[in-house]
């Protein structure tokens, strides 16, 4: 990692000195390191900055980012900011363009490198549009004034038009019958779909595309500027997103989508060849696959779509054309994120970047990446690295006083899980940590269950892993059967058997850290989001004499129910049990959290979101009352406002704090 000394939290100091120099720095860092004194709060982990994503400049000299701001204390409740901020590509001072409280996305450079387009809702429209500002700073321009508003936009290569999507308002009719109190909803019908418009930038006017009812997602245009490729589903359905999209065509200026690639399962980002002609995406070998985890290339003119990485044992997540027959890809191989070169005619691999830093996508000029990475030390920061010399160059500080905090160690652990399959995780010790003392365990188990917990930065405000290891727990984040980074058959390894095999990867983990003597395995407790939410109430019912205590955050606790009212009916069936409901109800009701409640005797606090439409509130509600009736101790908190997850900050500390209190109250006194 190069090293940093700065007074101003976005400036580094290049690592040219002399040996002797940087000797002395990294002795004053370790020393400094030693010296820390800081303590974890739920105040500071909800305060972290973050950068979103980096784009560099088409001349390869300065990189535009966005960084995520917290609401300050005491502010009126909402989401975080993205504010808008420039760093010269070869490292130096920060400047913020677009500061809180507005946000942006999607930053866009014009080819000339003088203006940076961006999507805002601004004070002076009440609906978000394109504008631009000059990289160099300024006033901001309105580019689109458009009535419906501009969900996500695409800047010709020329710069002599932009695409963007909107979404279908009200019609004269379902105006006024608001006005009347009849705007009652009937369920299928009266869909407001996203369409394609096309702004010239000469010009105010702009054109619907997309005329017919489709419901578009991702888009890009050609590099010659002549077509746009889109994603699209007949239906604005949250599974009809996931599992029904296709691929389509579209001649400007005038002309109707084509599919070029229609097979069921989930898709995700795609790029288009410099050429023009051919099309790299991300999509899922087949309609039970868990994630688009899989690269694909197709003509543009149609034929068959040809998956460049078959029994690929880990997870590509982007692709980007290096040339006309190469495709750089960015993908999670176990815990770690990797950088490689793949042939587009054969899809021979060759791996250029392995190592700490994390990251998920890049933007590129010439050999230069730019991207916004983390590692176990910190949050997303803004990184360069060069295709010859891929060691990435870390150019910004968003968090200065990190450097004071008495941080966790954290490595990656494997074991032996359900079958002999290797499972592995990321382990953070205690802080303070003693060896040949035992700690209590908490679990902190990721969602999905495609998801995945890599050796990056590990403390959010619904994982907060730190603030765990400071309060003298041993966290374990194990990545079971069915988690991102091992490839297809991994991903379907749970498949018609949830909370079975998966579950004693995890059970398994904790009696590997027990056999090496650094847990005490009769204070053990678990806590997670969504997926997690199930695992920790799976593991306070049907394991309950193996946990001391849990969190759950959004779990599922009644399958069968959760089937009836969630808004992922056919990808819960097709992508997470690969079983059509009801074939098998016995199965589905063994695997309920609920059918062990004579069984349960462990303590839960339990969390949920009132807007929560993917996992509905009813889970929570349904488990607290369980609860209750049995007598067993159990928390419920209702977080106003707040969907699948929680975003505000003021909600975010309560449930650290919640969740601190809880597994003190309950793991840490020996029985």
């Given at each position: 990692?190069?090293?940093?000394?700065?007074?101003?939290?976005?400036?580094?100091?290049?690592?040219?000195?002399?040996?002797?120099i940087l000797?002395?720095i990294?002795?004053?860092?370790?020393?400094?390191?030693?010296?820390?004194?800081?303590?974890?709060?739920?105040?500071?982990i909800?305060?972290?900055?973050?950068?979103?994503?980096?784009?560099?400049?088409?001349?390869?000299?300065?990189?535009?980012?966005?960084?995520?701001?917290?609401?300050?204390?005491?502010?009126?409740?909402?989401?975080?900011?993205?504010?808008?901020w420039?760093?010269?590509?070869?490292?130096?001072?920060?400047?913020?363009?677009?500061?809180?409280?507005?946000?942006?996305?999607?930053?866009?450079?014009?080819?000339?490198?003088?203006?940076?387009?961006f999507?805002?809702?601004?004070?002076?429209?009440?609906?978000k549009?394109?504008?631009?500002?000059?990289?160099?700073?300024?006033?901001?321009?309105?580019?689109?004034?458009s009535?419906?508003?501009?969900?996500?936009?695409?800047?010709?290569?020329?710069?002599?038009?932009?695409?963007?999507t909107?979404?279908?308002?009200?019609?004269?009719?379902?105006k006024?019958?608001?006005?009347t109190?009849?705007?009652?909803?009937?369920?299928?019908?009266?869909?407001?779909?996203?369409?394609?418009?096309?702004?010239?930038?000469?010009?105010?006017?702009?054109?619907?595309?997309t005329?017919?009812?489709?419901?578009?997602?991702?888009?890009?245009?050609?590099?010659?500027?002549?077509?746009?490729?889109?994603?699209?589903?007949?239906?604005?359905?949250t599974?009809?997103?996931?599992?029904?999209?296709?691929?389509?065509?579209?001649?400007l200026?005038?002309?109707?989508?084509?599919?070029?690639?229609g097979?069921?399962?989930?898709?995700?980002?795609?790029?288009?060849?410099?050429?023009?002609?051919?099309l790299?995406?991300?999509?899922?070998?087949?309609?039970?696959?868990?994630?688009a985890?899989?690269?694909?290339?197709?003509?543009?003119?149609?034929?068959?779509?040809?998956?460049?990485?078959?029994?690929?044992?880990?997870?590509?997540?982007?692709?980007?054309?290096l040339?006309?027959?190469?495709i750089?890809t960015?993908?999670?191989?176990?815990?770690?994120?990797?950088?490689?070169?793949?042939?587009?005619?054969?899809?021979?691999?060759?791996?250029?970047?392995?190592?700490?830093?994390?990251?998920?996508?890049?933007?590129?000029?010439?050999?230069?990446?730019?991207?916004?990475?983390?590692?176990?030390?910190?949050?997303?920061?803004?990184?360069?690295?060069?295709?010859?010399?891929?060691d990435?160059?870390?150019?910004?500080?968003?968090?200065?006083?990190?450097?004071?905090?008495?941080?966790?160690k954290q490595?990656?652990?494997?074991?032996?899980?359900?079958?002999?399959?290797?499972?592995?995780?990321?382990?953070?010790?205690?802080?303070?940590?003693t060896?040949?003392?035992?700690?209590?365990?908490?679990?902190?188990?990721h969602?999905?269950?495609?998801?995945?917990?890599?050796?990056?930065?590990?403390?959010?405000p619904?994982?907060?892993?730190q603030?765990?290891?400071?309060?003298?727990?041993f966290?374990?984040?194990?990545?079971?059967?069915?988690?991102?980074?091992?490839?297809?058959?991994?991903?379907?390894?749970?498949?018609k058997?949830?909370?079975?095999?998966?579950?004693?990867?995890v059970?398994?983990?904790?009696?590997?850290?027990?056999?090496?003597?650094?847990?005490d395995?009769?204070?053990?407790?678990?806590?997670?989001?969504?997926?997690?939410?199930?695992?920790?109430?799976?593991?306070?019912?049907?394991?309950?004499?193996?946990?001391?205590a849990?969190?759950?955050?959004?779990?599922?606790?009644?399958?069968?129910?959760?089937q009836?009212?969630?808004?992922?009916?056919?990808?819960?069936?097709?992508?997470?049990?690969?079983?059509?409901?009801?074939?098998?109800?016995n199965?589905?009701?063994?695997?309920?959290?609920?059918?062990?409640?004579?069984?349960?005797?462990?303590?839960?606090?339990?969390?949920?979101?009132?807007?929560?439409?993917?996992?509905?509130?009813?889970?929570?509600?349904?488990?607290?009352?369980?609860?209750?009736?049995?007598?067993?101790?159990?928390?419920?908190?209702?977080?106003?406002?707040?969907?699948?997850?929680?975003?505000?900050?003021?909600?975010?500390?309560?449930?650290m704090?919640?969740?601190?209190?809880?597994?003190?109250?309950?793991?840490?006194?020996?029985?």
């Amino acid at each position: 990692m190069p090293i940093y000394a700065s007074t101003d939290n976005h400036v580094p100091m290049k690592s040219t000195l002399p040996k002797y120099i940087l000797l002395f720095i990294l002795f004053s860092l370790t020393a400094t390191a030693s010296a820390q004194t800081k303590e974890w709060t739920p105040e500071l982990i909800a305060d972290l900055k973050s950068a979103g994503n980096a784009w560099i400049s088409p001349d390869g000299k300065t990189i535009a980012y966005t960084l995520v701001v917290p609401r300050k204390a005491g502010a009126k409740p909402g989401n975080s900011y993205a504010e808008l901020w420039t760093i010269p590509a070869d490292g130096g001072k920060s400047t913020q363009l677009i500061a809180a409280p507005q946000s942006v996305t999607s930053p866009t450079w014009s080819a000339d490198n003088q203006y940076l387009y961006f999507v805002a809702k601004r004070d002076n429209h009440d609906k978000k549009q394109v504008y631009r500002i000059k990289a160099t700073g300024g006033p901001v321009d309105m580019i689109t004034r458009s009535a419906l508003g501009v969900g996500a936009f695409a800047l010709s290569s020329d710069n002599a038009f932009i695409i963007y999507t909107a979404t279908d308002g009200l019609t004269e009719e379902q105006k006024k019958n608001k006005e009347t109190g009849k705007d009652w909803k009937v369920a299928g019908q009266n869909y407001s779909y996203s369409r394609l418009y096309m702004r010239k930038l000469q010009d105010s006017t702009a054109t619907l595309l997309t005329k017919e009812d489709l419901h578009v997602g991702r888009f890009s245009i050609t590099p010659d500027g002549k077509t746009i490729v889109f994603q699209a589903c007949s239906k604005p359905e949250t599974d009809q997103v996931y599992l029904y999209q296709k691929i389509y065509t579209l001649q400007l200026p005038d002309g109707k989508p084509k599919v070029i690639y229609g097979a069921e399962g989930k898709l995700a980002g795609m790029a288009v060849s410099p050429d023009s002609r051919k099309l790299a995406f991300l999509g899922a070998v087949d309609i039970t696959d868990p994630l688009a985890q899989s690269l694909f290339v197709v003509s543009l003119d149609g034929g068959e779509a040809r998956n460049l990485s078959k029994d690929y044992k880990a997870s590509v997540t982007f692709s980007h054309w290096l040339d006309e027959n190469r495709i750089l890809t960015v993908a999670a191989e176990g815990c770690q994120t990797t950088i490689n070169e793949v042939h587009a005619a054969n899809g021979k691999t060759r791996k250029i970047y392995s190592g700490p830093v994390i990251l998920h996508s890049f933007t590129r000029t010439g050999n230069i990446l730019a991207f916004a990475g983390d590692t176990p030390a910190h949050p997303d920061e803004v990184f360069t690295a060069s295709l010859g010399k891929p060691d990435p160059k870390r150019l910004t500080i968003s968090n200065p006083g990190l450097t004071d905090v008495r941080m966790a160690k954290q490595e990656v652990v494997q074991w032996k899980g359900a079958d002999g399959w290797n499972i592995e995780g990321i382990l953070t010790y205690p802080v303070g940590y003693t060896e040949g003392q035992k700690y209590p365990l908490v679990l902190q188990i990721h969602g999905g269950p495609e998801g995945v917990s890599d050796n990056g930065w590990r403390t959010r405000p619904v994982y907060p892993v730190q603030l765990l290891a400071a309060n003298g727990y041993f966290v374990l984040e194990p990545n079971y059967r069915g988690s991102q980074g091992r490839g297809v058959a991994f991903s379907k390894g749970d498949h018609k058997d949830l909370g079975g095999k998966e579950f004693e990867d995890v059970l398994k983990g904790i009696d590997f850290l027990a056999s090496k003597n650094k847990i005490d395995s009769t204070r053990v407790g678990s806590g997670g989001f969504s997926y997690g939410g199930y695992f920790s109430a799976w593991a306070a019912t049907r394991y309950s004499k193996r946990f001391k205590a849990v969190t759950v955050g959004a779990g599922i606790f009644n399958w069968l129910s959760f089937q009836g009212t969630t808004d992922i009916i056919l990808e819960n069936t097709y992508v997470h049990w690969n079983l059509m409901w009801p074939d098998d109800i016995n199965l589905v009701m063994d695997r309920s959290p609920v059918s062990y409640i004579n069984n349960a005797q462990t303590p839960a606090l339990i969390v949920h979101g009132t807007d929560d439409d993917r996992v509905p509130p009813g889970q929570g509600i349904e488990m607290y009352n369980a609860f209750r009736l049995k007598n067993i101790p159990v928390e419920l908190v209702m977080y106003e406002r707040q969907p699948h997850g929680i975003k505000e900050r003021e909600a975010q500390i309560d449930f650290m704090k919640r969740t601190v209190a809880w597994f003190n109250r309950y793991l840490k006194s020996p029985e």
